[in-house]
């Protein structure tokens, strides 16, 4: 599975982004896709999550209201929309995807996207 992350870059405060996550490859099994972040000197924050059966999605405190997680299965593409941004957002923003194997379950990871949110 390879996941390429886009949609990054410069916004001010209070603005907006879309991030948009393509997988390509082996994706038969992948059962769930997330969107995490990492801020320099912090440890990797998981920010949402979706399942690819039903969609069900679940978010982190620190984004729930202002970010939405969607998917396109026919596209194999997953979104972030990032609305109100705030400078505590700058981070390099990863996408995820977990792969059911034979009784495993594999993490793939894109190579990461930088935000940055000026005052």
């Known amino acids: 599975v390879q996941l390429v992350e886009s949609g990054g870059g410069l916004v001010q405060a209070g603005g907006s982004l879309r991030l948009s996550c393509a997988a390509s490859?082996?994706?038969?099994?992948?059962?769930?896709m997330g969107w995490y972040r990492q801020a320099p000197g912090k440890q990797r924050e998981l920010l949402a999550t979706?399942?690819?059966?039903?969609?069900?999605?679940n978010y982190a405190d620190s984004v729930k209201g202002r970010f939405t997680i969607s998917r396109d299965n026919a596209k194999n593409t997953m979104y972030l929309q990032m609305n109100s941004l705030k400078p505590e957002d700058t981070a390099i923003y990863y996408c995820?995807?977990?792969?059911?194997?034979?009784?495993?379950?594999?993490?793939?990871w894109g190579q990461g996207t930088q935000v940055t949110v000026s005052s």
């Open positions: 995820n995807a977990k792969k059911l194997g034979w009784r495993t379950v594999t993490d793939y």
């Open positions: 490859g082996s994706t038969f099994g992948i059962t769930a």
């Open positions: 979706i399942t690819s059966s039903s969609g069900t999605t």
